[in-house]
């Protein structure tokens, strides 16, 4: 195996030197460090920036770890050197920065109901294995987190000693040791996290397919109003409840007349009727005038006959 730190520099194809491995791993570890202990949300301009520089970073990183063949698959951890052990971290910090990354979308879906919204998953009875093996996915859980925070604190008391160069080997590789110990709790807890959420897509994939058709939307029932005498009162005592709408008769009567609705008795009477009532009535009172003897006898025998009998008599209809 060649050290890092010697072989660690190519040459452009212009002739220029290209950066270090290690200033690249550098440079890269310190862009995550500042996109994930940032307060700024993750979908800022400014976050992203810096998590694309550093996967541009850790990718050259990675290319030039396998160029120069670092690792192989026959030796041990215990055979790697202490310059070679933080590139171990390529990969973890390469997919952490990958998954702050944004996907690159014409719409905008911040307000659009996800699929889980608009259809919950259906609660699916577990049986005693499953909940068996739910009890040991959660032990492990809470020991991978006991062991994280314990790596996390040992990393912290040393940092400084390896950040200032002060340190000796020793503690340099115990620092990069911690570190690859801290990674793979947190891919394991990324895996799971995966599995189920892999899981949760096929049920929700299963229960889609087997979700019957949404109904057509039912037309909403008109909304109930009342006839006032007319917008005076309407105004002044309402419908009596003031959750309902009111009505004028007038703006009844001139809502139905612009949609055609209106029923035969509501239509005023034509004009001809009006003129032929007025012509009969016009000559009656000439016959009256002209001493008509027909017209006389006919109001004569009017009289008499309503003399005896009295009003209504004849159109009782069966009543008595």
Known sequence: MAAAED????????GSEAPKLSDLLDRGWKLYEEVDTTNEPSSSTAVQVKVKRGIMQLEEATMMVNQLDLFSRNEA???????????????ALLGALTMKQLPKTSENTADTPTEEQMNPPVPVPMSQSDLIAMATQRQAKIERFNQRKETEAKLSEIR???ESGSADEEVVRDFYLLNVRRWVTLALEEIDSISQEIEILKRM???????????PPKRPPMKPFILTK????????GAGYPSLPTMTVDDWYEQHRRQACLPDQGIP?????????????A???????????????????WDHWKDTHRRGY???????
Do not use: C, H, W
């Open 283 to 301: 000559e009656r009172e000439r016959k009256e005038e002209n001493d008509d003897e027909e017209a006389l006898q006919k109001a004569r025998d």
């Open 230 to 237: 007319d917008a005076v009162q309407a105004k002044v005592f």
């Open 7 to 14: 072989t660690n520099t190519t040459q452009n194809p212009s």
């Open 269 to 281: 009477r034509s004009a001809a009727n009006d003129d032929k009532e007025e012509d009969e009535r």
């Open 77 to 91: 951890l215990e055979e790697i050197s202490t310059t070679d052990l933080k590139y171990l971290l390529l990969p």
């Open 160 to 162: 400084g000693l390896v």
């Open 314 to 320: 004849g159109n009782r209809k069966n009543m008595g």
């Open 205 to 215: 994939e299963l229960f889609k397919q087997s979700a019957p058709q949404p109904s």
